[in-house]
DNA sequence: CGAAGGTTTGACATTAGTCAACTCCGGTGG
DNA sequence: CCACCGGAGTTGACTAATGTCAAACCTTCG
């Protein structure tokens, strides 16, 4: 069955507002109970399914790191996600995988056919809520990445990425001030909806304002973790703020 | 079970290399299989469930139109989707909605517990699939919108906006040419990431070029489909095209 | 050492946002 | 019935943010 379960039921009041605080991209959790399966090792750059690939597995990285994009017929492209140790990728796709995922370095995955997980979720309803669950935290995901090229200025949009990953090493017991891009300008530039000269200049400026440290493009050490929290925020655009 | 079989099991061949084609936004076809559950009317402006309200029910739209959306902390609004008679809304919450669901005039839904939803899909693999068909649309919705505030012009936004509810009237039957806009150019907006005034003057610009007709700001007719679809296509915006 | 790819920086162009005025329409009440 | 009012939409002038183009700079790797 479904695992839809365990929601209070209860009639909706339709008078409390309860406006979300500035949740974060990239909120995905390790994905749990999932063992077995083959291993494959994907070079850097190599693709692990691209669009329109029969969605045939669902892949659990175990090292190195993903990149999730579409490209649209002009050649722009849109990165989706980044998927990291621990993480579930392929979901959702019900004929055909609808995204590329692209190894950004020598990255190793676990693989399982449908038919795995079919049978996995048969007999093992807890397993059937992580699913569940994975798939919410797709959702929750684009739609915070929605709000985030949609709405936010890049200044906000680099820190809030910056903030996202922090926090992605809070969860994994990382050091949070400590964050090392495994991705590009360009892979950040198009998941934030900028240009790499705009994520450069705006790493720049937060390396002057004292903000960050920057080493070899690749190191960023959060320096101020509550003004960059400011200017992920949205008050500190100029514009926006009341 | 969770009804994720049936896609062709086989190796990824990683050679070849299908980009999508512009695929529309508000993908989100008709939700069948469910029946019964209590009628609830909401007035214009009422919500149906708001950020934060426990996830004790998902609804469908039975008459009218929902506006699904997101609010950030300083007031910034995004839109996430417009929900139309025959649409699942409120999927994929584990515990608490994360987004609103506001009619824009008066509206009839239908609603479920999550105890329906679970007995239902607990004997009815059909009905499994639908859900997780279902959840895979929202997620693909939420992709195409990240695409569109991300990596579009204002006249590429609009006119895929258009192109979008176009296909929508296409796929119930109704007249492709002859859009009846259920939402302000408010909604519009905060759903494309742009102004009100920059959607208007899209939509003067439109009429000037003779790619639609206007009425009353809420009837659209669809002069020219051929060029709309250029115009939202992304070789048309002056830049992009190689 | 040289080439290539990624990054940074600068000067400039352009898009879309801002602010403000005006119009249009529907509803309300005298 | 008409005048007024308010909300939504439109239009215009101006501004600011970000994209564009171009060049220089580093690292890495052959």
């Not at 995905?28 to 190599?46: C, M, T």
């Not at 669009?51 to 490209?71: F, K, Q, T």
């Not at 093992?124 to 919410?136: E, I, Q, R, T």
């Amino acid at each position: 069955m479904l695992a839809i379960a365990y929601a209070p039921e209860r009639q909706e009041t339709p008078t409390r507002h309860t406006p979300h605080t500035a949740s974060d991209g990239l909120v995905k959790r390790p994905f749990e109970g999932l063992d077995g399966g083959a291993v494959r090792v994907v070079n850097a750059k190599d693709h692990v399914f691209r669009e329109g690939d029969p969605a045939s597995h669902v892949y659990i990285v175990e090292a190195g790191h993903l990149c999730i994009y579409r490209v649209l017929p002009d050649g722009r492209r849109q990165v989706m996600d980044f998927a990291y140790p621990g993480d579930i990728v392929g979901l959702g796709a019900i004929e055909a995988h609808g995204t590329n995922a692209q190894a950004t370095e020598r990255t190793r995955v676990r693989c399982f056919t449908l038919g795995d997980l079919r049978e996995k979720a048969h007999d093992n309803g807890a397993f059937c809520m992580a699913l569940y669950s994975a798939m919410s935290q797709e959702l929750v995901a684009a739609r915070e990445l929605v709000v985030t090229v949609g709405h936010r200025t890049a200044t906000e949009k680099v820190a809030s990425f910056l903030l996202a990953l922090s926090r992605r090493n809070a969860r994994r017991g990382t050091s949070p001030n400590e964050l090392v891009l495994p991705m590009t300008r360009s892979d950040i530039a198009d998941f934030l909806g900028l240009t790499i000269e705009t994520v450069s200049r705006t790493f720049t400026k937060f390396r002057h304002d004292g903000v960050i440290d920057l080493e070899q493009c690749v190191l960023v050490t959060i320096r101020d973790p509550r003004k960059l929290a400011d200017l992920a925020g949205g008050t500190a655009s100029g514009k926006w703020n009341a």
